[in-house]
Nanobody, 126 residues
């Protein structure tokens, strides 16, 4: 079990950029598939992005593809979510999660992730 702490959320305007960080302790992220999920107000939590052990294997929800970038720094044991051209629909609590198993195709599914952070709020105003 690893501990995850998100940071970098806040209030921004439409079109702005934001970078979320997820600091991981208690285990090396090089052993995990790392994902970002979000929960918009009044809605269920949804997949945003994931990165497998190979840094070139990244996955994105259609709603963020081309605007968000997930990356990992194994030396710092930290995962990032770079958010560009944000819009009001990006308003949500953003969660970082770790999947220790990494079965093929599992990165899309919330149930694959065993450890979760407490979340960081991102609010986009118009």
């Amino acid at each position: 079990q690893v501990q995850l702490v998100e940071s970098g959320g806040g209030l921004v305007q439409v079109g702005a950029s934001l970078r979320l960080s997820c600091a991981v302790s208690g285990g090396a992220i090089s052993s995990y598939v790392m994902g970002w999920f979000r929960q918009p107000p009044g809605k269920e939590r949804e997949f945003v992005a994931a990165v497998r052990w190979s840094h070139t294997s990244t996955y994105y929800a259609d709603s963020v593809k081309g605007r968000f970038t997930i990356s990992r720094d194994d030396a710092k044991n930290t995962v990032y979510l770079e958010m560009n051209s944000v819009n009001v629909d990006d308003t949500a609590v953003y969660y970082c999660a770790a999947d220790p198993n990494g079965h093929v195709g599992s990165q899309w599914y919330e149930g694959s992730y065993e450890d979760w952070g407490q979340g960081t709020q991102v609010t986009v105003s118009s």
